[in-house]
């Protein structure tokens, strides 16, 4: 069966780093697209960034745009987040998604599998 798996979550203070990693198996991981959500308590989940199945063409929310970067490794079955300059409202549970998309999607519902999620939480 398809299993997403998420790491690299944790506390960080604001300013600092994380790296999330989404290894794959289960599935052709590079005829999927990927992208990665979050959702914060209380908020609906929502967009943070996506890659081509091939790489090279990306999209990033705009709260996110310049401090994060996705990527992703089609020989490791892996998708990354590299987050930079954090702030407390990144706050929340993040999420990688496979999608059959030949572009990018920025929509949840473009997405057919899902991760548990990887906690990621940035102090003040």
């Known amino acids: 069966q398809v299993q997403l798996v998420e790491s690299g979550g944790g506390l960080v203070q604001a300013g600092g780093s994380l790296r999330l990693s989404c290894a794959a198996s289960?599935?052709?991981?590079?005829?999927?697209?990927m992208g990665w959500f979050r959702q914060a308590p209380g908020k609906e989940r929502e967009f943070v960034a996506a890659?081509?199945?091939?790489?090279?063409?990306?999209s990033y929310a705009d709260s996110v745009k310049g401090r994060f970067t996705i990527s992703r490794d089609n020989a490791k079955n892996t998708v990354y987040l590299q987050m930079n300059s954090l702030k407390p409202e990144d706050t929340a549970v993040y999420y990688c998604?496979?999608?059959?998309?030949?572009?990018?999607?920025?929509?949840?519902?473009?997405?057919?599998?899902w991760g548990q999620g990887t906690q990621v939480t940035v102090s003040s």
């Open positions: 998604a496979a999608s059959l998309t030949s572009g990018v999607a920025i929509t949840a519902q473009a997405y057919g599998y």
């Open positions: 289960g599935l052709t991981f590079s005829a999927y697209a």
């Open positions: 890659i081509r199945r091939s790489g090279g063409i990306t």
